[in-house]
Every structure is written in structure tokens, then in C-alpha cells.
């Protein structure tokens, strides 16, 4: 029996490591463009995203309200990820 449940706490790491490094690059990268540029790009100010993805990635070390407040906070950074940073880029280049 010890051998099933090493497994899943094994693959359950594995899963927070890779929400917690997602959650890492989305903060990060929000914290690399300017303010002017949410405002170009028609999106959320970045001080609103710098807040959610800031209280994501500390909710990812404490441990509150369990995997349901990590999915939505994971979420959260994913809208991020395929949406803001996308149009955010796309403004950097021209």
C-alpha cells in the first residue's frame, strides 16, 4: 500500500512544481511591461494583474483553501499567459 501513495504524493508534486513555475513566469512577465502598454493593448491595468498574479504565486506556497483556490489562481494565471501577454508583445514590436 505504501508504494501506491508514494506515487500519487510523487505526481502531485510534480503537478505543484509545474503550476508553481507557470504561476512564477506569468508574474514575472507581467512585471516586464510597461503600464502604458495594458492601457495600448485595451486589457486589465497591470497593477490589477501584478496583484492577482502576486497573491497566486504567495497562495502557492500557503497552503490556503486547497486545490480549488490554486486551480482558480492557476487560471487566473493562464488567462494571463494566452491572453494579456500575447496583445502585450504583439505592441513591443512594432
Do not use: H
Request: with cysteine; aromatic share 10%.
Amino acid at each position: 500500500m505504501g508504494g501506491i501513495f508514494a506515487v500519487q504524493n510523487t505526481i502531485m508534486l510534480l503537478v505543484d512544481l509545474a503550476m508553481l513555475a507557470v504561476v512564477i513566469f506569468a508574474f514575472v512577465s507581467c512585471l516586464t511591461y510597461p503600464a502604458e502598454a495594458y492601457r495600448a493593448a485595451g486589457k486589465w491595468s497591470k497593477q490589477g494583474w501584478g496583484i492577482v498574479l502576486g497573491i497566486a504565486l504567495l497562495l502557492q506556497f500557503v497552503p490556503v483553501g486547497g486545490m480549488l483556490i490554486s486551480l482558480a489562481m492557476l487560471i487566473a494565471a493562464l488567462v494571463f499567459l494566452a491572453d494579456v501577454r500575447p496583445a502585450l508583445s504583439s505592441l513591443r514590436r512594432r
